[in-house]
């Protein structure tokens, strides 16, 4: 689901995903050692190690960091697209 999902993204469009979102962000197009790294609660990871498995985040490939739980995750999306919007952003 995350390749099918991802397939239709543009390289500059965010992507937000929910609990066990390790797939999606390596198809978004991070690092997988920074992956690991980050897994590993190492500092040469995406978030220097402080998110751990269940908060990966990756700025340079607009993969936003996500809660483990739905209920504040559906809330991420349409406010990233009303922010992206009143940026004058088409993603």
């Known amino acids: 689901m995350a390749a099918g999902a991802t397939s239709v993204l543009r390289r500059d ?5 929910t609990y066990r979102e390790h797939g999606h962000c390596l198809i ?14 190492r500092v040469d990871g995406l978030s220097k190690g402080k998110g751990g498995s269940m908060h990966l985040f990756d ?6 960091a996500v809660t483990p739980s739905s209920a504040p995750t559906c809330r991420s999306p349409p406010a990233l697209a009303l922010l992206s919007s009143t940026a004058g952003e088409t993603r």
């Open 59 to 64: 700025k340079e490939h607009n993969f936003l």
């Open 28 to 41: 978004k197009g991070s690092d997988p050692r920074r992956v690991m790294a980050e897994l590993f609660g």
């Open 13 to 17: 469009d965010y992507a937000i995903s």
